[in-house]
């Protein structure tokens, strides 16, 4: 395996820092992108990167991409997570797109993709619900054939950034009488389609990225289906492993290490300062190694795809350690901070803005968003060791 970057790779890394230290604003240590503070800087970032090509930066230049290499997307997820920069498209280009290239008809293509490139577009993902999370394919929302039409009625949960999203790749039982991996079909959805509801969440740290979906009879043209009609499931197992590249996870672990080393450097407790405590120096060293574990497994999913290939259960590999590197990590920083890490934002005793509090409260969803950590080792068990299913 060779896990380094070309020469243009790394130019393109000093190019993409140096636009985010000027775009960024100073002291800039990480807003929630879905905020609605925050989100017209979300959409205004995203659309420079996408003038720039940046945005879909691995994708063919006929649908709007700079046609560069994976290791160009890589460095772009990288360098965007460090410095936790708004603007990254995780549903359009990260995991629609490319299913698209994949399983969708050219005109979906044509129609879809070059707007997604150019920052144009906002997507979210309507797969889980109130009783189908890793158990996907028991889901109950229907799709019932009228005409040249799909009449779609149910519940998505968890869906983030819903409520500013101008469409939604969805899934929905076409046949309540095949067996459940089976009749079901992949959808792409107008939210503005009437029938569509959409009501946010408010999660533990204060923030509402989540949203429940519900839909009662909305028409959706068969254009709109993506791949075959009873097989969806299939279109979106693949678009699962492009979610589960998992390189963002070393990124925050590797800036989280920088920025609390960088505070206990300059802090003191009792007359010292925080870095010249053992505890502390060991407690940083154990994040740095758990981050480089990490960001080797992502790249081991990187180095299959530019051999062309689709990762599966390196990509579940990748995922499940990093979400769970990212709970160590958190916790650990916690515990650095001592109960000042406990402070609100707004606070002028809360550290770095209480950035790592929140972090610590969502990090246990990374676990679960996109797949289980228990679901994400029975893929390992079954497609990577070839181990027999329970029974």
């Not at 160009?72 to 299913?99: H, I, N, W």
Request: charged share 25%; hydrophobic share 35%.
């Amino acid at each position: 395996m060779e896990f380094s970057f070309t020469q243009e790779e790394e130019r393109f890394r000093k190019e993409l820092q140096a636009f985010l230290e000027e775009q960024l604003p100073s002291g800039w240590l990480g807003e929630e992108p879905y905020d609605d503070s925050i989100w017209p800087f979300t959409l205004e970032t995203r659309r420079k990167l996408g003038e720039k090509g940046w945005l879909a930066i691995s994708w063919p230049k006929e649908y709007g991409g700079s046609g560069g290499t994976p290791g160009m997307a890589a460095v772009y997820s990288e360098e965007m997570a460090y410095y936790r920069a708004p603007g990254k498209d995780t549903q359009g280009v990260g995991f629609l797109g490319p299913c698209l290239m994949v399983h969708g008809t050219e005109e979906q293509r044509q129609t879809h993709l070059r707007p997604i490139a150019e920052g144009r577009v906002t997507w979210c993902q309507g797969f889980s619900e109130p009783e189908s999370g890793s158990d996907l394919a028991s889901l109950k929302t229907r799709a019932v054939e009228d005409g040249d039409d799909y009449l779609i009625s149910g519940q998505k949960i968890w869906s983030s950034g819903a409520h500013q999203s101008d469409w939604c790749h969805l899934l929905a039982r076409t046949d309540p009488d095949a067996p459940k991996h089976k009749g079901i079909t992949y959808f792409l959805i107008d939210m503005k389609t009437p029938g569509v509801d959409v009501r946010r969440i408010t999660d533990m740290s204060g923030h509402q990225r989540f949203n429940e979906i519900f839909l009662d009879n909305v028409r959706v043209p068969k254009t709109n289906v993506i791949g075959e009609v009873n097989r969806g499931w299939y279109a979106a197992m693949s678009t699962l492993d492009f979610e589960r590249t998992a390189v963002e996870h070393s990124a925050n672990a590797r800036r989280l290490v920088a920025d609390l080393t960088e505070y206990a450097r300059e802090t003191s407790h009792n007359g010292a300062s925080l870095l010249d405590d053992a505890s502390v120096r060991t407690t940083l060293a154990e994040m740095a190694v758990d981050a480089q574990i990490a960001r080797l497994l992502s790249y081991r999913v990187l180095w299959l795809q530019n051999k062309g290939d689709i990762p599966n259960y390196e990509a579940s590999m990748a995922k499940a350690f990093a979400t769970e590197m990212a709970m160590r990590v958190a916790a650990s920083a916690m515990q650095v901070l001592g109960l000042h890490g406990q402070l609100e934002e707004g606070s002028r005793w809360t550290p770095l803005k209480g950035y790592i509090g929140r972090l610590y409260m969502n990090a246990i969803g990374n676990t679960i968003a996109g797949g289980t950590s228990e679901i994400q080792r029975n893929i390992i068990a079954l497609r990577g060791l070839g181990l027999p299913r329970g029974a």
